[in-house]
């Protein structure tokens, strides 16, 4: 898979997406059904070529390529603290998956069986359903949501006690560490966000 900062900014943005869309639910339970669709979809396309095939271009990550602009424009922490706090711990989480091949391989079997089903629904229904999303919550919670330490997921307490919210969450943090999984496999790193602002700043205006 190719290296260039085009494929980083668009991992990077598929990451910003995920965790920005698990903040927007954590405070009010909101968020565009089409946008987190886009995000969990990620999660199915195994073996791609680039980051663009997983995300159809930049179509699938068009929110978080928005947010990465605002982040890289001007950065403080009060707007965007909780989601440099969110990307780094996925990035340490998705470090911690890397090292575990058990764990890998449970992931991609179950998530090859996630995927069969969903498509034998989608004869009768469209998109991510309902089930899916349960279904890739179970499996975080069963396997990266036992990694030490756990993502903290800070919040309204109402919306962070309805059950619907929960399995969103944890589906969207599943797609979150695919995300990182891109990211570090175009050679991105943790550090990149703050001293590489300049080069994926240009790269985010050539996307545009």
């Not at 069969?116 to 279904?135: C, K």
């Not at 109402?158 to 929960?166: E, F, R, S």
């Given at each position: 898979m190719s290296s260039s900062w085009q494929e980083r900014t668009l991992a990077l943005a598929g990451?910003?997406?995920?965790?920005?869309?698990?903040?927007?639910?954590?405070?009010?339970?909101?968020?565009?059904?089409?946008?987190?669709?886009?995000?969990?979809?990620?999660?199915?396309?195994?073996?791609?070529?680039?980051?663009?095939?997983?995300?159809?271009?930049?179509?699938?990550?068009?929110?978080?390529?928005?947010?990465?602009?605002?982040?890289?424009?001007?950065?403080?922490?009060?707007?965007?603290?909780?989601?440099?706090?969110?990307?780094?711990?996925?990035?340490?989480?998705?470090?911690?998956?890397?090292?575990?091949?058990?764990?890998?391989?449970?992931?991609?079997?179950?998530?090859?069986?996630?995927?069969?089903?969903?498509?034998?629904?989608?004869?009768?229904?469209?998109?991510?359903?309902?089930?899916?999303?349960?279904?890739?919550?179970?499996?975080?919670?069963?396997?990266?949501?036992?990694?030490?330490?756990?993502?903290?997921?800070?919040?309204?307490?109402?919306?962070?006690?309805?059950?619907?919210?929960?399995?969103?969450?944890?589906?969207?943090?599943?797609?979150?560490?695919?995300?990182?999984?891109?990211?570090?496999?175009?050679?991105?790193?943790?550090?990149?966000?703050?001293?590489?602002?300049?080069?994926?700043?240009?790269?985010?205006?050539?996307?545009?």
């Amino acid at each position: 898979m190719s290296s260039s900062w085009q494929e980083r900014t668009l991992a990077l943005a598929g990451l910003i997406q995920t965790v920005q869309q698990v903040s927007s639910i954590a405070r009010t339970g909101l968020l565009a059904r089409d946008s987190m669709e886009q995000s969990l979809a990620s999660i199915f396309v195994q073996n791609p070529s680039t980051v663009s095939d997983v995300y159809a271009g930049a179509r699938g990550v068009r929110t978080g390529l928005g947010a990465l602009g605002d982040m890289l424009k001007g950065f403080n922490l009060q707007d965007h603290g909780d989601l440099l706090r969110y990307m780094f711990a996925v990035i340490s989480l998705e470090r911690a998956l890397s090292a575990d091949p058990v764990m890998l391989k449970t992931l991609g079997e179950r998530i090859a069986s996630i995927e069969e089903q969903r498509l034998f629904r989608q004869q009768y229904q469209s998109g991510i359903d309902d089930t899916t999303i349960v279904e890739l919550a179970e499996l975080y919670q069963a396997t990266l949501g036992k990694i030490e330490p756990r993502i903290k997921v800070s919040g309204s307490r109402q919306q962070l006690q309805i059950p619907a919210n929960i399995n969103r969450i944890r589906a969207l943090l599943l797609a979150a560490v695919r995300a990182a999984v891109l990211w570090r496999q175009v050679g991105g790193r943790r550090w990149q966000f703050l001293t590489s602002r300049g080069r994926l700043q240009e790269a985010l205006n050539n996307i545009l």
